[in-house]
C-alpha cells in the first residue's frame, strides 16, 4: 500500500479550468491526487451548499494517475462529498485553486476557492487556497506553481493549526520579480458596488453586478499591501465569525434589556 | 420629512415566507421599511453573490406603507442592490430573517440569513440576523417576535460596533418558558454529512446531502448551550476571517520558506 498522503484538490472555477491543472501537476509530485470539483464555473458561491436539490457525480479522466471527479455542486459540496461520500480515507491535506482572480481582503468571503478551503478546515483538514491575481482563462500560472510547489510540501510537513486554513494570494508577476512570501491579515477593503441596469429586448429592466474594489487600510501587515510590493500573501483563515472584540460590551449593551 | 429610521428588511426564504411577514410586522412599529427580498428561497446560499447572470427586480404588494422589492438574486445580492442601486439613502438598519431554522454555530456560515446580515455590516451599517430554531413553513413566530421587539428599538437607539452584526437565535419555546438574552460565541459544532445515495429512474446515481449535527463544545459560554437552556443566543459576528491567533505561527512556519 502507498505510504504517500492523500491530497484533495477542488476549485471554483470549474474541473477544466488552467488553474486546476496546474495545482493538479504540483500536488501530484507531493501525493495521491483525488480531484472533486464543480463540471462547471462556480466562482462567487461563498459558503453556499446544495440542500434543496440533488447531486452528480461523474468520473472523468484529465490526469495520468489521477482519480477525477467532477460534480454539478458548489466547491463546498465537493469537499462535503469527497470526505463523507467518495474517498474510503479522509485526506491529508486539500488544495484548492488556482483560482484565477484574487481571494485577497474581503474577497475570502465570496469565493467559492476560499470557501472549499474553509469548509475542509471545519473538517479538521489542513487546506490552503490558491489564488492568483489574473482572471485571465489563459492566465499564466508558472509563479503559482512555484510557490505552491514550495507552500504544499512545506504544509504537508509542518502542518497548520487545526481549524485553520491558508488564503494564498500570488501578484500577476514573473518569478524573478516577486519578492517572497508574507504572513498577514485580511485587508478592511471592500467592493463599492456599481450596478449596470440595463433593459431587455421585451422592456423589462435587469441589472448586472460590477464595482470598484476599495482599501481602507494602510498598514504594512495586510495582504493587499503584500501584493502590491511585490509578495505572494499568506492569510491565516478561520471559520470562527464571533466578534469577540465585542462580547464584552454586547454584554453590557444586553443587560437587563427584556428583564421582568 | 419623516425622520423615522430605515429599515431594510431581507432574508433567504423568500419575500413571501412567514418569518419575513412577521420580521416586517415589527420593523414597522420602528421605521420606514423597506423589504428587498429573494423571490425564492435561497437557503444555505452562505455568502454567494451573482456575478455570471443578470439580475431582476420586482416590485410587489405585501404590507401597507412597505415597498417591497422582490429579486432573483441571493440574500447578498439583495443587501447589495438596496442600498447601491435600489435605496436612495443608506439604511438605518438591516434586520434579516426571522430564519424558518436554526443559524447558531456553524451554520452561521451557510446560512444566507445570517450572509445579508454580515453584508451589511461589510458595508457599515448595523444588522441583525434573527432565527427560530423551527423548519416549519408555518412555524410560530410570537416568541422571536417577542424578542425582535426588544432588539430593534436597542440597536436603533443604542448601535452596534461598526462591522459587527448580530446572530440572534430563539428557541422553539413559548415567551414564557424563555428566560432571557445571552450575549455569547459561536459554538464550535459542525455537521457530520452524511449522503444519502439513490438512483435515478435512468439508471443514474445522485446524491442528497444530510447529516448529523454534532457540538465540540462544553461550555456556557456559546450559542448552542444558551438555546439548549432556554435562552435567546445573540452572538456578535464579524466578516474579518483572519485567523489573529495563527498569525505568528504562521510567521514562524514560514520563515525561510524559498528564501534565496
Known sequence: MSKKPLILVTNDDGVTAKGINNLIEVAQ???????VAPDKPQSAMGHAITINSILHVKEISTHENVRTLSTSGTPVDCVKL?????????????????NHGSNASINVIYSGTMSAAVEAAIEGIPAVGFSLLDYAHDA????????????????LEKGIPTGVCLNVNIPKLPVS??????V?????????EKFDKR???HGQNYYWLTGDFVNYE???????????????????????????????????????????
Open 29 to 35: 509530485k507531493y501525493g495521491d491526487v483525488v480531484v
Open 82 to 98: 469527497a470526505v463523507n461520500e467518495l474517498l474510503d480515507v479522509k485526506p491529508d491535506l486539500v488544495v484548492s485553486g488556482i
Open 140 to 155: 499564466d500560472f508558472e509563479a503559482s506553481k512555484h510557490f505552491a510547489d514550495l507552500i504544499i510540501p512545506h504544509v
Open 177 to 182: 520579480e516577486i519578492k517572497g512570501m508574507k
Open 184 to 192: 498577514c491579515h485580511q485587508a478592511n477593503a471592500n467592493w463599492e
Open 199 to 201: 433593459t431587455n429586448p
Open 218 to 260: 494602510v498598514g504594512n501587515d495586510t495582504d493587499l499591501w503584500a501584493l502590491d510590493h511585490g509578495y505572494v500573501s499568506i492569510v491565516p483563515t478561520q471559520f470562527d465569525m464571533t466578534s469577540h472584540a465585542s462580547i464584552e460590551s454586547m454584554n453590557k449593551l444586553f443587560t437587563n434589556v427584556g428583564k421582568r
